[in-house]
Nanobody
Framework: QVQLVESGGGLVQAGGSLRLSCTAS????????MAWFRRAPGKERELVAK???????NYADHVKDRFTISRDNAKNTMWLQMNNLSPEDTAVYYC???????????????WGQGTQVTVSV
């Protein structure tokens, strides 16, 4: 079982920045799409950003121009740089990776444990 280890959450004032990271716990054959999701209190989990193996990215409309997703394929690591944070960004953020552990294994989806991001006014 591949574990995804997240870090970087915390408490920040509105307008501030945080950088989340997510690393796969073991070496794998390939990590395909990586993504960040979040779940705000009382809301459904939503996709924040995703990045493919060629570093093509997609963002939710409400984080475009504020958040940047990036990855290091050699380290099986991705980051989410979050700038100009607002209280509406308060949520638990989860990383997600689609992984082929070995060349002859099917793709599997793994999730991080979640990291709390709280933005105060």
């Amino acid at each position: 079982q591949v574990q995804l280890v997240e870090s970087g959450g915390g408490l920040v004032q509105a307008g501030g920045s945080l950088r989340l990271s997510c690393t796969a716990s073991e070496s794998v054959f390939r990590v395909n799409t990586m993504a960040w999701f979040r779940r705000a209190p009382g809301k459904e989990r939503e996709l924040v950003a995703k990045i493919d193996t060629a570093s093509n990215t997609n963002y939710a409309d409400h984080v475009k121009d504020r958040f940047t997703i990036s990855r290091d394929n050699a380290k099986n690591t991705m980051w989410l740089q979050m700038n100009n944070l607002s209280p509406e960004d308060t949520a638990v953020y989860y990383c997600n990776m689609n992984v082929k552990r070995e060349i002859d294994m099917p793709q599997q989806t793994f999730w991080g444990q979640g990291t709390q991001v709280t933005v105060s006014v």
